[in-house]
């Protein structure tokens, strides 16, 4: 089951993250998309690269921070209307279309980039039992500095309850 999972959550259970470090979170639907056009991105300027080249028509397609705790839990992803976007919010602003997030450190983006597939991450999602390729993309990196936030849909008490833009609040 995906709540036995270390650092996947759907609701309620904390994900770990290592204070003081730079993480990315992004929609796992983005990934195939930057994978395609990576030939093309200067990687010595990727966040850069990634807004202008791969999604030139997304206002925020992730959000950027150093983690402040060693926590994280789907209560500090809070809805907001892109409208409402503030300067000083920019970083921590990310837009999602499927609502399964990940939460990488810098040194895990580009290699789960060159490797993930959002298909087997669906498939594992819906049709594995024991979801091995998500236990796999958890497995592959040190603690901590992966993570896979999937949405706990409608009524369950959290801003995060599907597509849309969102902010990260620590």
């Known amino acids: 089951m995906i709540k036995d999972i270390y650092n996947v959550s759907e609701g309620e259970k904390l994900i770990y993250v290592n204070p003081g470090q730079l993480y990315y979170i992004m929609d796992a639907g983005y990934f195939n998309e930057i994978r395609v056009e990576l030939k093309q991105i200067n990687l010595d300027d990727f966040e850069h690269e990634i807004k ?22 789907v209560a500090n992803i809070q809805y907001i209307d892109f409208e409402e976007v503030i300067p000083q919010d920019d970083d921590i602003v990310f837009d999602t279309d499927i609502a399964i997030l990940l939460v990488l450190s810098k040194s895990a983006f580009m290699d789960l980039v060159r490797s993930f597939d959002i ?12 979801n091995l390729y ?37």
């Not at 298909?119 to 024991?130: E, N, Q, R």
């Not at 901590?144 to 009524?155: F, Q, R």
Request: with cysteine; glycine share 6%.
């Open 52 to 73: 202008q080249k791969v999604f030139p028509y997304c206002d925020a397609p992730f959000a950027r921070f150093i983690a402040k705790s060693n926590t994280i839990s």
């Open 119 to 130: 298909d087997m991450l669906l498939s594992s999602i819906d049709d594995d039992p024991l």
């Open 134 to 170: 998500i236990k796999s993309i958890i497995d592959k990196y040190n603690a901590n500095e992966v993570a896979i936030i999937l949405c706990p849909g409608l009524d369950n008490g959290f801003d995060f309850v599907g597509s849309g833009t969102y902010r990260l609040v620590q």
